[in-house]
């Protein structure tokens, strides 16, 4: 099975990217031929700083590779090489309906906290389905914010085929129900565009700051509370054991068990769970070259699935070019 994703280098990334669509990513890649990206176009929607977004999208392929993804099976390379995806966003654009961009979730969301609203944001979903399209993906393993726009895409992937005919493949959405939606220290989803996150390499002082500010209501120690209500549970149980988490759901419920333990318990296994990785992303920002041959590499492999699919569509839409198509 072909699975494909692609993370917005917008920022550094948290552990909700991690356990809503990272580790998936990760766990994919041994059973089936996987592409994941830097949606670095995407960013540019919001990111308008060259080296900011230079610096941002080779952080996030360290990231990848880190966390443990294989470069010798899967394909990790950054959205602008593979030039195709812009020339299949175009041809989208021509089936897809104005009012399905307008209900576009994301889009208003943006809006609504203020960003200018561009053209590149409101063509955003055509630009993903670009991205899914055009390696005819099977799978496509994302967090539950994303859910909207692989329906866009299936949407338009279905009206491209009815139109020029059955040439895209219309994919899946793979989300688990588990950490579909990752809660920050504020409660709310977690996301870089919220400033609630927790970084995926986060270590010390800062970590300790941030897991001692997520929210907490007033009850007192002695009182019981509510586990499924309660930001630091819901954290520290993507983390703990079937076991320990089950132990803490009743301490919660019990009564006499405070908030301070709770958090002082998910710190260690924020360190348990992320520590491993630091040090060889360490040894990866000390190699730039390494990471950039690991890039190189994977889009060229992208761009030859990539290429032969856009010959294809051309011929389908009546738009041969007259040069020798590149591969
Ligand atoms: P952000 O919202 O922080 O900008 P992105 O939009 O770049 O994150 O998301 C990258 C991937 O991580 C997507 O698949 C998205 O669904 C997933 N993701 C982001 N935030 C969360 C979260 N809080 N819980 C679960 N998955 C998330
Ligand atoms: N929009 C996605 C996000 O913000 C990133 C993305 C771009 C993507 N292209 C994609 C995800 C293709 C999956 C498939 O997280």
């Given at each position: 099975m072909r699975v494909l994703s692609g993370i917005q280098p917008s920022g550094r990334l948290h552990i909700g990217n991690y356990f809503g669509a990272i580790r998936q990513h990760l766990q994919l890649q041994a059973e089936?031929?996987?592409f994941y990206f830097m949606a670095s176009y995407h960013a540019l929607t919001t990111v308008q700083n060259p080296n900011e977004l230079r610096a941002l999208t080779l952080g996030v392929a360290m990231d990848y590779l880190a966390l443990g993804l294989d470069p010798e099976k899967t394909a990790l390379f950054t959205q602008q090489d593979v030039p195709a995806v812009t020339e299949l966003t175009w041809i989208l654009s021509c089936v897809t309906p104005v009012g399905l961009l307008e209900r576009a979730v994301s889009y208003k969301?943006?809006?609504?906290q203020g960003l200018m609203a561009n053209h590149g944001l409101f063509a955003y979903p055509v630009l993903q389905a670009a991205d899914i399209l055009i390696y005819l993906s099977n799978l496509v393993p994302v967090g539950q914010d994303q859910k909207q726009h692989i329906e866009i895409t299936r949407d338009i992937a279905a009206k491209f085929n009815a139109q020029f005919g059955e040439i895209l493949v219309i994919p899946e959405p793979y989300i688990l129900e588990e950490t579909a939606v990752v809660p920050g220290i504020d409660g709310r989803k977690m996301s870089k565009s919220y400033g609630n996150e927790?970084?995926?390499f986060e270590e010390g002082k800062s970590l300790k700051k941030k897991v001692m500010s997520v929210v907490t209501d007033s009850a007192g120690v002695e009182d019981p509370k509510d586990?499924?209500?309660?930001?630091?549970?819901?954290?520290l149980s993507l983390m703990a054991s079937p076991d320990e988490t089950?132990?803490?759901a009743d301490r919660y419920k019990n009564g006499g068990m405070g908030y301070g333990e709770v958090k002082k318990r998910l710190l260690e296994l924020l360190d348990e769970t992320f520590g491993p990785y630091r040090e060889r992303r360490r040894e990866?920002?000390?190699?730039?070259?390494?990471?950039a041959d690991v890039l190189r590499e994977g889009g060229?492999?992208?761009r030859l699935v990539a290429n032969g699919v856009m010959?294809?569509?051309r011929e389908a839409v009546g738009l041969p070019i007259s040069y020798e198509p590149p591969r």
């Open positions: 089936n031929e996987a969301d943006k809006v609504a927790i970084g995926m586990p499924a209500e309660s930001t630091p549970y819901l954290l089950q132990e803490w990866l920002e000390a190699d730039p070259a390494y990471v060229r492999r992208a010959e294809q569509v």
